[in-house]
């Protein structure tokens, strides 16, 4: 069985996070949605909310799991016997800094990492923006998948 997972904060999961777990669906048997625990990160929505929308999102998609974790990500990978990690890359510096994590990663556990472009028209949507426009109510429903519940 082909695993792997796709880590981040997910604060909160945006339609470039559904767009990167859609493709990885195509070439992977199985994607564990890895939500990052990070006690220096100060965070939107607390974990438990997190965990909630992301499973609501995918109730009817068994082949996409949900699971926090608070380890190092290779540490998580191999705990749910994951032999990949898929990544979203939106810029040239997303790159850059992903392939060293990429190398750090397979030196350590062996644990392969797959980098998916963002498609042109997404480049522009990331957690930290919508975060922004939520602190001043503003309507994110564009930014978000459709049925996802805030």
């Known amino acids: 069985m082909r695993r792997a997972i ?3 904060t997910f604060d909160p999961f945006t339609i470039g996070h559904y767009s990167v777990v859609k493709r990885a669906l195509t ?5 564990v949605i890895g939500i990052g625990i990070n006690e220096n990160k ?8 997190r965990v909630e929308m ?7 998609e068994p082949r996409v799991i949900i699971k926090p974790y608070s ?8 705990s749910v016997d994951a032999k990949f990690i898929v990544r979203g890359i939106r810029t040239v510096k997303d790159f ?8 750090i990663n397979r030196q350590l556990a062996g644990i392969e990492t797959i980098l998916l472009f963002t498609e042109p028209e997404l480049t522009s949507v990331s957690s930290t923006i919508v975060r922004e426009l ?3 109510n503003k309507d994110i429903s564009c930014f978000i998948p459709k049925g996802m519940k805030i």
């Open 54 to 60: 992301i499973q609501d999102l995918y109730k009817d």
């Open 71 to 78: 380890s190092l990500t290779i540490d998580f990978a191999t």
């Open 96 to 103: 850059e800094y992903e392939e060293t994590i990429a190398d």
């Open 6 to 8: 796709f880590p981040g």
């Open 42 to 49: 100060r965070t939107y929505f607390p974990i438990e909310k």
């Open 134 to 136: 939520l602190q001043y």
């Open 27 to 31: 070439f992977m048997d199985e994607v």
